[in-house]
């Protein structure tokens, strides 16, 4: 039942959001917008299969429409802006906040999603710091968000998400490799961050 309302407001809330990928990726064309909204309605829509009415709900829901911008920011420009990744911290930790004291072991979650954000954002920065062609300071910043939501679900979630991430990322780029018939050339790795995370909750919560 939730999932059936929340994919008609995720549609509306991604052709809400699709023109602020403009400033980045510049004309946002009828065709994107409404692939912004579809994708946007499908996570709303999984999240809401698998989460039902919980308190982290809000928090999911945030992430998933800011993740939804970003990935396709990424994919047009290999770039995740500050404006989405930064405040994203403040914002989910306060919707986490929030629904710690009607979840079940809700301190301790909230300390999870603490630790995973910082271990997360720690494994990032030094993969930039020793390989700085490997991966971009957007997908560092990113990482920390992305550790604070799968921290809350415990470590099982943050382990798969981040081994997800990585799987995908390495398929994504032997395809390119492929595609291109060279190792050499950048490839968005925001998208495959998105996704390893999203897998790696809907496994979770249910």
Known sequence: MVAFVLVPLGFVTGLLMAPMAAPYTGDVPRRRRLLMAATTAAVYGLLGWRAGLSPVLPALLYLATVGTVLAFIDMRVKRLPDRFTLPSYGIAAVL???????????????????????ALFAIYAVQAFAVPSGIGLGDVKLSGVLGLCLGWFGQTAWVTGLLLTYLLGGCAAIAIMVVRRSRKGEFPFGPCMLAGTLVAVLAAAG
């Open 96 to 118: 986490l906040g929030a629904a710690a004291p009607f979840a079940g072991d809700g301190l301790s979650r909230a300390e999870h999603a603490v630790i995973g954000m910082a």
